[in-house]
Nanobody
Framework: QVQLVESGGGSVQAGGSLRLSCAASGRTFSWYNMGWFRQAPGKEREFVAIISWSGGRTYYADSVKGRFTISRDNAKNTVYLQMNSMKPEDTAVYYC???????????????????WGQGTQVTVSS
């Protein structure tokens, strides 16, 4: 049984920072790409950042590039999302997810991820 448990969400003022964590279990974590996605009210779930299974490659949505950093610690089965210089438009529920298949090229579509965390609310006020 794969489980993903997110933590670290909350409220912050514009320009502030938050760090999200996602602890994974039930799958050989180091074999799988991991992603962070977000969903704002009335909008579709969107890609935020992806990290390859080895940790050697990262990809970001244009809207967060230069402000957010994804990382992973395979020894701790945990993936992180450091969010800096936050903006009100970053307000959303943030989800971590694990790729459907092991050791493959990174994918940005949510359809390529089969297990999801419960989500953590991030609110940025102006």
């Amino acid at each position: 049984q794969v489980q993903l448990v997110e933590s670290g969400g909350g409220s912050v003022q514009a320009g502030g920072s938050l760090r999200l964590s996602c602890a994974a279990s039930g799958r050989t974590f180091s074999w799988y790409n991991m992603g962070w996605f977000r969903q704002a009210p009335g909008k579709e779930r969107e890609f935020v950042a992806i990290i390859s299974w080895s940790g050697g490659r990262t990809y970001y949505a244009d809207s967060v590039k230069g402000r957010f950093t994804i990382s992973r610690d395979n020894a701790k089965n945990t993936v992180y999302l450091q969010m800096n210089s936050m903006k009100p438009e970053d307000t959303a529920v943030y989800y971590c997810a694990v790729d459907k298949a092991p050791r493959r090229a990174t994918m940005t579509s949510p359809r390529e991820y089969d297990y999801w965390g419960q989500g953590t609310q991030v609110t940025v006020s102006s």
